[in-house]
């Protein structure tokens, strides 16, 4: 059975930067070819929001949050996934998760890493 596993959170001064990974673990031919993957966040009491999508073709997509500060980017030879984060805010603070869609229906969520920015 395949996991993806978030890395890189912390704490981080606002300002400052992080860059988040979504890698797979097991056996990861079960879902593949993989099509889209995402990262979604979730403030402290608020919903699941996306942040941005990149395609298995490289084509990526940013909430307006997430625009001109936060780059997506993946290894499909490594079936990885990035999240490079600049001039964080407090605003930023929330758990941050990675999701993974198969071309054939699989939907694949990681258990989140956490991300808190002091101000």
């Known amino acids: 059975q395949v996991q993806f596993v978030e890395s890189g959170g912390g704490l981080v001064q606002a300002g400052g930067s992080l860059r988040l990974s979504c890698a797979a673990s097991g056996s990861i031919f079960s879902i593949k070819p993989i099509d889209t993957m995402g990262w979604y966040r979730q403030p402290p009491g608020k919903q699941r929001e996306l942040l941005a999508t990149i395609t298995r073709g490289g084509t990526t997509n940013y909430a307006d949050s997430a625009k001109g500060r936060f780059t997506i980017s993946r290894d499909n030879a490594k079936n990885t996934m990035y999240l490079e984060m600049n001039s964080l805010k407090p605003e930023d603070t929330a758990v941050y998760y990675c999701?993974?869609?198969?071309?054939?229906?699989?939907?694949?969520w990681g258990q989140g890493t956490q991300v808190t920015v002091s101000s």
């Open positions: 999701n993974v869609l198969g071309v054939y229906g699989n939907n694949l």
